[in-house]
């Protein structure tokens, strides 16, 4: 049987612990990292998203969030 590497779950686990522990640099680095290794993983997205907005990356405008990196 083989292993399949699952690269981006094990960096968004790792970012989901970061955010657990307010480590949101870490958080957004490992989200990032979880992105780049798989463009459709959506709810890292949506989870760098509000780690971005908790460390005061985001901007609010007209209802919805624009992202700066």
Known sequence: ???MHWG???AGNLAGIYYEQSQ????ILHYK??????????????NL???LKDAGHALKDDG??????
């Open 1 to 3: 049987m083989s292993t």
């Open 8 to 10: 981006y779950l094990d």
């Open 24 to 27: 949101l640099n870490m958080t």
């Open 33 to 46: 990292q979880a992105i780049n290794c798989d463009s459709t993983f959506i709810e890292a997205y949506n």
């Open 49 to 51: 998203g509000n780690a």
């Open 64 to 69: 919805h969030y624009r992202v700066t990196f």
